[in-house]
């Protein structure tokens, strides 16, 4: 479950920090797709892997800019610029797969990162440090936006920009920020599926786990610990969902296509969107461009 | 630097604007080219021969932007009421196995109707199943408040997925040798060619038709101004006595309809039964074409025919010089970037 789970913290996370700051990150789909892409091939060429870590991060960051600079600076609508980074950030890691290995039927592989086996702690040691990592940034993410004068200033622009403005701060410089740090978690979450999950890149590996996380974000109010809760109990659908395929025919004495098991997560997303939609506190100014002196 | 709204935007600035965004991506994109190791101007000759420049190119061109026309427009409809309609994918295949399931499913089992009236109850049955598909998102969002993007979206994977459980199950062709196809169309339900000797068939009018009859409806009809009012402003809509939330559910309908007709005609014009990969991405490409035809329905054609153009050239290009098909996604993804921006820029002045 924490393995499944890991992707969709760090992925979530990141859509997290850029919704707080009032910028829907619908990229997010696109920019899993690019870490994992760039984080691997770093590793191919002989980066360590950590290393391939911070270069997926630094990828997210750069495609998390032109997402701020379009719909930050710009104010274009941050649904179809977020479309358009996932179109870009896909079809460039294809692109860019396909002129680095103009030949190859699967891809090569590299060593990913090993179980953590030496940790005293019983369930996490059959885990990798990225999921380490996954696990130590939400108090760090729920303490940096909760406690300190930086997380305040980024709620307040997510708020309420024109009084954030009035308070002296710079409303453009803090969106950046957040959507760029955001956009870095959603290129690690991508990398842990080439460096840590599995040993490759495949086309269709990020399958919509980006937009489960946006999904998510909605499903935690906003709030880095449900968040939390959020991915752990949306993993248990998936690897619930495994099970029961594999005891094909088993579970509760139904011969079922293996196809609505598959189902099984998206819709579930769809349904906890439904469940909380009610009650749910949206950042005040999402998705609202903010435009000095416009009302 | 800021932004500073312009007083009218400028016809000319209209015209210039999508024509800007297109130098643009090209410029972009030769960089890329120039990357795979290929000689720029050379690729970019084949793509534009390979895309429009013989007979054959021509008319594979126009046979790939029949479905894109009509994702267009769907996207396009919905676009103008705010409606993000993502999940033109996933109505497209709901189209499509409707499709099949009124012209094909029913030979031998002993009820029989004339292609004359199947015909129309086939597209019919394609257009409701688009529709109903976009109906759940639009009921969500005017009643619980929950964003179509997401659950548009996530609908595609749903959708594709039942699709495949049921090319796998009840709808499986079992001439097909095991490849999972559906049962095929009856031949009198398919769609007559348009040119002979191609691929091109008499959808091509039927989406041109309606992308007239979707600009009359914008322009003259009172949903049509209903739709432009919502999209313009929600609450001063509401405020004017206009019902958003049923507008909202109109043109869900449309756009759904419009989507799922996208899928029947394919499968009715081209492929004869559906298949889990008969749209490469038709439905996330009609976004970018509406984008690109700025929501206006007209337009929607020459964009569709653009992107298609790219799509076919790109392939006989990279058979040509070693560049990936790849690039053609590309170049589909930075134009919609370009074209935002150009949009913007008519409409805003960047002031220092």
Not at chain 1, 160 to 181: F, H
Not at chain 2, 286 to 308: K, S, Y
Request: glycine share 10%; aromatic share 8%.
């Amino acid at each position: 479950v924490l393995r499944i789970a890991t992707p969709l913290i760090l992925g979530t996370l990141g859509v997290l920090l850029c919704e707080r700051a009032g910028v829907l990150n619908l990229g997010i789909e696109g920019i899993m797709v690019a870490g994992a892409f760039a984080g691997w091939v770093a590793v191919f060429q002989g980066a360590s892997l950590w290393g391939g870590v911070a270069v997926a991060a630094a990828t997210g960051a750069v495609f998390g800019l032109l997402h701020a600079a379009l719909t930050v600076s710009l104010g274009l609508s941050q649904h179809v610029s977020g479309l358009g980074i996932t179109l870009l950030a896909t079809s460039l890691s294809s692109f860019a797969y396909r002129v680095s290995f103009p030949k190859v039927d699967s891809p090569p592989t590299i060593t990913p990162f090993a179980p953590m086996a030496g940790l005293p702690v019983p369930v996490l040691d059959a885990q990798t440090p990225m999921t380490l990592l996954a696990l130590v940034l939400v108090p760090a993410v729920a303490w940096l936006l909760m406690r300190t004068p930086l997380g305040l200033a980024w709620r307040m622009v997510g708020e309420n920009p024109a009084a954030a403005e009035g308070q002296g701060l710079n409303v453009v410089a803090l969106r950046y920020g957040a959507v760029v740090a955001g956009s870095a978690l959603m290129g690690v979450a991508g990398s842990f599926l080439t460096l840590s999950a599995f040993n490759a890149f495949y086309f269709n590996m990020v399958n919509g786990r980006g937009w489960v996380c946006v999904a998510l974000v909605v499903f935690a109010s906003w709030r880095p610990g449900k968040a939390l809760l959020g991915a752990l109990l949306f993993a248990f659908f998936d690897a619930l969902q495994l099970r029961l395929q594999q005891a094909s025919g088993g579970a509760f004495g139904l011969e079922l296509p293996f196809q609505l098991y598959l189902m099984l997560p998206y819709v579930m997303a769809i349904v906890a969107l439904v469940l909380v939609a009610r009650r749910a506190s949206y950042p005040q100014a999402l998705m609202k461009p903010y435009r000095k002196g416009e009302r | 630097m800021r932004l500073e709204r312009r007083p009218q935007t400028s016809r000319a600035a209209l015209l210039l604007a999508p024509l800007a965004a297109v130098a643009m991506t090209l410029l972009l994109g030769s960089l890329l080219v120039a990357w795979a190791g290929a000689p720029v101007g050379r690729a970019y000759a084949l793509l534009i021969e390979g895309g429009f420049g013989s007979r054959f190119a021509l008319t594979e061109t126009l046979t790939r932007a029949t479905p894109l026309i009509l994702t267009g427009l769907a996207a396009a409809v919905a676009f103008r009421a705010r409606l993000y309609n993502i999940g033109a994918e996933g109505q497209l295949y709901a189209g499509a196995l409707a499709a099949v399931a009124v012209g094909g499913l029913h030979g031998g089992s002993g009820f029989e109707l004339s292609a004359w009236l199947l015909f129309p109850l086939m597209i019919a049955a394609a257009m409701l199943a688009g529709a109903l598909l976009l109906l759940g998102p639009a009921l969500l969002k005017s009643r619980f408040g929950v964003d179509e993007v997401v659950t548009t979206l996530l609908l595609n994977f749903i959708v594709l997925l039942a699709v495949s459980a049921l090319l796998d199950g009840a709808m499986k062709d079992p001439t097909a040798m095991g490849w999972p196809q559906s049962v095929a169309l009856q031949d009198a339900l398919q769609l007559d060619k348009l040119v002979a000797r191609s691929r091109v068939h008499t959808g091509l009018l039927a989406a041109l038709g309606l992308s007239v009859a979707l600009w009359a409806l914008l322009r003259f009809t009172t949903l049509g101004f209903e739709i432009r009012a919502v999209g313009a402003g929600p609450r001063a809509a509401a405020f004017a006595g206009m019902p958003v939330s049923a507008v909202g559910v109109q043109v869900a309908l449309l756009s759904g309809a419009l989507a799922g007709l996208a899928g029947a005609l394919e499968v009715a014009g081209r492929t004869g039964y559906v298949t889990l990969d008969m749209s490469p991405g038709y439905g996330t490409t009609g976004v970018v074409i509406a984008m690109l035809a700025m929501l206006n329905p007209l337009a929607v054609v020459a964009a569709a025919v653009f992107v298609a153009g790219m799509l076919v050239g790109a392939d006989s290009m990279s058979r040509a010089v070693a560049v990936p098909t790849y690039i053609a996604d590309v170049i589909v993804a930075i134009a919609l970037i370009c074209m935002l921006v150009a949009t913007l820029l008519t409409q805003y002045r960047v002031r220092r």
